[in-house]
Nanobody, 119 residues
Framework: QVQLVESGGGLVQAGGSLRLSCAASGSILSINSMGWYRQAPGKQRELVATITSGGRTNYADSVKGRFTISRDNVKNTAFLQMNSLKSEDTAVYYC?????????????WGQGTQVTVSL
């Protein structure tokens, strides 16, 4: 089993910053990538940012230049630094991990953390 525990969400004013953390634990043997997705009310879940084990990053156009994803491969933890937050960033943010416990690679998801940006 693999568990993802997210932290760092909350309420912030527009223009402010938040830092999300996602710690992976359990019987994970290999991690391909970690990332963040978000889902706003009435909308589909969308990619925010991902980072591979080699450090290659990918960002949604809407967050480029404002958000930075990073990763601690030793601690199996991913971070999302969110700056210059906008009201449209309000959503539940989900941590994602693509990894293997020894058989095959699959997706794992965290429980989600609420980010609310007020005007």
């Amino acid at each position: 089993q693999v568990q993802l525990v997210e932290s760092g969400g909350g309420l912030v004013q527009a223009g402010g910053s938040l830092r999300l953390s996602c710690a992976a634990s359990g019987s994970i043997l290999s991690i391909n990538s970690m990332g963040w997705y978000r889902q706003a009310p009435g909308k589909q879940r969308e990619l925010v940012a991902t980072i591979t084990s080699g450090g290659r990053t990918n960002y949604a156009d809407s967050v480029k230049g404002r958000f930075t994803i990073s990763r601690d491969n030793v601690k199996n933890t991913a971070f999302l630094q969110m700056n210059s937050l906008k009201s449209e960033d309000t959503a539940v943010y989900y941590c994602n991990l693509i990894g293997s416990t020894g058989i095959q690679y699959r997706d794992y998801w965290g429980q989600g953390t609420q980010v609310t940006v007020s005007l």
